[in-house]
């Protein structure tokens, strides 16, 4: 029997969803309100059903910063089947391509 468990966000804008996508085994949350972008692991998720699904690991501002997006205003994310671990990053004022590896991001365009 598949348990479903949710995975919960804070009420309010800072929990606002504007986006989801798949990466390999990876949920790829959009928050844009806080201008971040969440990641779950789903194959740990699955193996913990019995606890709360914990992320990943999370992209801001801050990360964005240090390979030199100094704005960062994700709105909607995509991937392409061609090429599963790149992530096409739809922003305010841009379309960042970002390679996204087990312990970095790399920002490829």
């Given amino acids: 029997m598949l348990e479903i468990r949710p995975i919960m966000f804070p009420e309010g804008p800072e929990g606002t969803i504007s986006s989801i996508e798949f990466v390999g085994h990876y949920l790829v949350v959009v928050l844009k309100h806080v201008k971040e972008i969440v990641f779950f692991d789903m194959i740990k998720c699955y193996e913990n059903r019995e ?58 365009a």
């Fill in 51 to 108: 606890r709360e699904c914990e992320e990943s690991y999370r992209i801001t501002s801050m990360n964005m910063t240090r390979i030199g997006v100094h704005y960062f205003s994700p709105v909607q994310v995509y991937t392409s089947d061609f090429h599963p671990y790149v992530l096409f990053v739809q922003c305010l004022d841009r379309v960042l391509i970002l390679k996204v590896a087990a312990t970095n991001i790399i920002k490829l």
